[in-house]
């Protein structure tokens, strides 16, 4: 039995380094590879079952990479008769190809059908467009979409399915369940005008409710989640041991390089955008015992073969000419987040001619932009979400409200701002905030009584917590608008390389 298990441990080895290497089998010698390794991973006839799961997350919209991740699920479908391939969700938003499309989303939904994707989990970002087009989505997608902890409303014409039981046509029963993540606020990190009427349930409870019911009726039981890796790891240790074999993750982007068990359950989870993905590999012996390995596999590289059927519905997506239209030139190159905030401050203050702009944190999507041309496509890139901008009349106190507000909000992080500088005060390792000064842009402090105009996006004005929320007017414009208004009216912007708009003193 133990060389057996090592014939198998190399055999595993050995495709997923042709695969990391990017000398995935070639199409034509695919049918000898099967026979190859059909025998030795438990082919038709022999006592040992195998199903192989090919799994990625947080695809983002990025559709340039399908064309690799389905050269590789093919080869894998030739490899082995029992495949799945999954996603843990966010497969929307980040990609202005298919975040602007008419309908929104379409490109995903078309391609994923098309690399026949069996099951996804629901990401937060799969509420970014309106509930009656994610409902269109889910109708005209091939795929089931998994949650557990999401009731919809009795009205809407999407449907999510709790768990469900896959046979696999060597007879193993693979349960699955799915759960997302929620924010301090109890709802997922959406905009909240796109779940109203939806309801939620702590994931880990949801789960409990379905999994022991589950397993009474799977050889297998996975968790497709889109929580993140510390919660995918607390749900592990809050369920009896072995309780599930197997968490494929989202959420966190994380790429868990090694295999990952937690008290008796193997977790995995694959970066994002379609850099990675994890192919897992159950077997099941001629005594009934299950065993697990997963291995990471590349999707990046010049040698990386891809298909070309895919490879031209992307370039059909991709030829939209208007977002290579060129708004302005950086100067010299934004290097981090950070840069990139202030940035969007800036354009929403000009935009707006606002005394202060704001910008959360989690509304820069890219984490930087070389020097030369900004396209509309690289504005879309960074702030996909078509957020309205709002504007409000606020005191100086009013302002220290929202801020107070925004940093457990924004996972303790300060916002981006124009106009003005601000000091935290903060304590246990800056997860505490005691207290805000804010200060206008040549140093003197806030007047308390004194009001001031203020610009942010529409998800800020919903999620933030200040008296005046009510009092903001709509300027029926995005962010994104204001932006690229900004960029073709300077022409040329600097990187703001250097730039500091927020301090964080921790106090003991």
Known sequence: MRLYARIISLAFTLLTALLLTGCSFLLGSLDSAKRQFGQIMGGKGEPEQTVAILSVNDMHAAIDGMPRLAYVADSLRHIYPDFLLVSGGDNQTGNPVNDQYEPQGQPMVELMNALRFDLTAVGNHEFDCSSQRFAEQIEQSRFAYLNCNVIPPDTWKGRFVADTVIRMPNGMRIGWLGA???????????HPDKMKGFRFVQPIEAVRSRIHALRSKSDVVIALNHLGIEDDVALARAL?????????????????????????????????????????LIRRSALGKISLKSRLISLEGKKAQIDFNIRRMVDKYNSDPSFNRVLARATSPYLNKDALGYLMADALQYATDMDIALVNPGGVRISKLPAGAITVRDVY??????????CYRLTGAELKDLLMSAYPEDENHPVYAAGIRMQYHTRNKNQTLD????????????????QYAVAMNSYMASVYHFPAKE?????????????????????????HTGIRRFWITEHK
């Open 180 to 190: 997302l993540e929620l924010g301090p606020t109890g709802i997922p990190d959406s």
């Open 240 to 280: 009896p041991k072995h309780t599930l074999s197997l968490i494929i993750g989202g959420h966190s982007h994380t790429r868990i390089a090694k295999e990952m068990w937690v008290n008796g359950t193997l977790i995995t989870q694959a970066e994002a955008k379609l850099k990675y993905a994890t192919l897992t």
């Open 381 to 390: 890139t960074l702030d996909p979400f078509n957020n309205d901008i709002l």
């Open 435 to 450: 207290s805000v000064e804010v200060m206008t842009h040549d140093g003197r402090p806030l007047e308390s009584q004194r």
């Open 471 to 495: 009092r903001g007017v709509n300027l029926r414009r995005t962010t994104a608008q204001g932006l690229m208004f900004y960029l073709y009216h300077q022409k040329k912007v600097s990187g």
